[in-house]
């Protein structure tokens, strides 16, 4: 039987493999570096941040899983062999990062930054509130968490509409698809969410002249970038006054909206922060003696590879 290898830096990986041996008990559990064994004998690697050359080196590799909802750490490797990649689908994570997208869309919808502003000076003045039914929010990126973050907010009764590289469709919103349903989908988007994976065709994607394309002169009273996706996918030299002008750059990229600041452009405002938006859970022991029935589990996910959307 093919053993398992767990490879993960940045992060302490004995809750993953306390887990792992309790979901599959009969497997082969291996540590890099201190236990890899003969490479010869992996056929799976879960991984997180894992040594870029490393899955070249497993000779029987047969699939790689990110142990997160990203999977650009894994394509970075310049060696990655053509196995599939998967990585995880967790309805907690999930709902942590709707949350984190509802906070940001209802506190520029509410003012919530202008109160904030207001307050600090002792001032009191009342602004008008437009319903969010005259509020037009797009999702960039129609997997799992965008799929369940337009659905949420057309609950709330935002006006939302959605964009994806490949056509998708959502109960009662209007999708776009593609570089022709680009332009269309920004013009009528105030509010713009993005929920892209890094991907070499994304990275870079939310340049200045593709911000430009919202609207501004809707209920929103402005246009509003919440990039909930990788720092990456925001062009480094393409924002007036770089980090200084709300967005992220450099190393720091794995940045999402915390702090609401302007931009030098006109109307235009976005938000920057530490990427907390959906952390993972501690793993607990006793949902995984729960799990032990189906021991193959921890090998299961959705598949990621060359993900587009």
Request: charged fraction near 25%; glycine fraction near 8%.
């Amino acid at each position: 039987m093919p053993a398992i290898l767990l490879a993960v830096t940045g992060l302490d990986p004995q809750p993953w493999e306390e887990r792992l041996r309790a979901l599959a008990p009969q497997r082969d559990i291996r540590l890099w570096p201190q236990r890899l064994g003969d490479p010869a004998d992996v056929g799976y690697a879960c991984a997180w941040h894992a040594p870029r050359g490393l899955f070249a080196r497993l000779p029987r590799l047969r699939a790689i899983f990110s142990l997160g909802a990203g999977v650009d750490h894994v394509f970075a490797d310049p060696n990655l062999p053509d196995v599939p990649v998967v990585r995880i689908v967790d309805p907690d994570l999930t709902m942590r990062m709707t949350e984190y997208v509802m906070l940001h869309v209802l506190m520029h919808h509410r003012r919530h930054r202008l109160y904030d502003t207001q307050q600090r000076e002792r001032v009191w003045h009342e602004h008008a509130q437009p319903p969010a039914s005259a509020v037009a929010v797009g999702v960039m990126g129609l997997g799992v968490l965008g799929r369940d973050a337009a659905l949420t907010l057309r609950r709330l009764g935002f006006r939302v509409a959605g964009w994806s590289r490949t056509p998708k469709t959502l109960p009662d919103i209007e999708t776009f698809h593609g570089d022709a349903g680009l332009d269309g989908f920004l013009r009528r988007t105030e509010i713009l969410v993005c929920l892209l994976p890094a991907t070499p065709a994304t990275q870079g994607m939310l340049e200045l002249e593709l911000i430009r394309k919202l609207k501004r002169d809707g209920a929103a009273a402005g246009a509003y970038l919440i990039n909930a996706a990788r720092g990456a996918l925001q062009g480094r030299r393409r924002y007036p006054g770089g980090a200084r002008g709300g967005f992220a750059r450099g190393r720091n990229a794995r940045r999402v909206c915390e702090r609401a600041v302007a931009c030098r452009e006109p109307a235009l405002a976005a938000s920057q922060g530490h990427h907390h938006a959906a952390q993972r859970r501690r793993l607990r022991p006793a949902r995984a003696r729960r799990q032990r029935a189906a021991p193959d589990r921890a090998l299961r996910g959705r598949s990621a590879a060359r993900a587009r959307d």
